[in-house]
């Protein structure tokens, strides 16, 4: 996984910041990674870097999602040195709405056959109200 693209000025709001735009790649597929200027904002505040985790649920239904947190782990590619990007397809055992993201023993990695179908085309950060948001879009 490696990042292969950075482009800070061409892409901007009308009266306001630019958003940030990196390409990386997952899976030898190209990936946006587009950042709001809030977002940027706090990265650059940030003392450790943050992880940006496009989760793929399968269960009773399929759920996307984007984990934040602080672990680094090897499935993920460094955008800079305060932010990093993976992908990460799971399964839950029991089906249960109320309880899916609340973690626990009965979600596992699910092994996809051809992951690299799967992998998302852009994903989007905000940061807002004091809390990291994401979004990922196929």
Known sequence: MTVTALDRSRHGRPGGSPERRYTIRIDDRPV?????????????????PLVAEMQLFFSCTIVKRVRFHDEDDAGTVAIDDRLRVGFRPLIKQVCD??????????????????EARFIPKRLKLDYRQGEWRGTFEY
């Open 32 to 48: 946006e990674v587009c950042l709001s200027p809030r977002a940027a904002s706090a990265l650059a505040a940030r003392r450790r």
């Open 97 to 114: 709405k109320e309880t899916l993201f609340a973690g626990g023993g009965d979600i596992t990695d699910f092994p996809i056959v051809d």
